[in-house]
């Protein structure tokens, strides 16, 4: 598993989806400068210490963001209000990336669910 595979994932992906991803990736890698790029159940995700911490995926009418943990997206209730989802996904548009604030608020609070009160 490797970023090459990413990349061909998004190479599957139509504009302006790509792009958006693309900017989702970037802030991820740029929050987890030592993660290692995957691909977990069948989309691109991200790992620590063999722990996978974030993940997304493009769909036909908007993109998701997973947390892998049916116990993160629940905290940001308020923050998330604006965006629809599952208990395990956060859906945004196909043309906007989730901001980088936000990111970080949900990676971390799986970085505290996986590593304990570490931080990042």
Same mark, same amino acid.
Do not use: W
């Given at each position: 598993?490797?970023?090459?595979?990413?990349?061909?994932?998004?190479?599957?992906?139509? /504009?302006?989806?790509?792009?958006?991803?693309? /900017?989702?990736?970037?802030?991820?890698?740029?929050?987890?400068?030592?993660?290692? /790029?995957?691909?977990?159940?069948?989309?691109?995700?991200?790992?620590?210490?063999?722990?996978?911490?974030?993940?997304?995926?493009?769909?036909?009418?908007? +993109?998701?963001?997973?947390?892998? &943990?049916? &116990?993160?997206? +629940?905290?940001?209730?308020?923050?998330?209000?604006?965006?629809?989802?599952?208990?395990?996904?956060?859906?945004?548009?196909?043309?906007?990336?989730?901001?980088?604030?936000?990111?970080?608020?949900?990676?971390?609070?799986?970085?505290?669910?996986?590593?304990?009160?570490?931080?990042?």
């Amino acid at each position: 598993m490797s970023a090459k595979e990413i990349d061909d994932y998004l190479n599957t992906v139509a /504009e302006p989806q790509r792009s958006t991803l693309q /900017e989702v990736r970037n802030a991820i890698l740029s929050l987890l400068p030592d993660c290692e /790029e995957c691909i977990s159940y069948g989309m691109p995700a991200f790992k620590v210490r063999g722990k996978v911490m974030a993940g997304f995926a493009a769909a036909k009418n908007f +993109n998701s963001y997973y947390p892998h &943990s049916g &116990s993160i997206l +629940n905290q940001f209730e308020s923050e998330l209000a604006r965006y629809t989802g599952t208990k395990s996904a956060l859906h945004f548009p196909k043309d906007k990336p989730l901001p980088k604030a936000l990111l970080k608020k949900l990676i971390d609070a799986k970085y505290e669910l996986c590593f304990g009160r570490d931080s990042l």
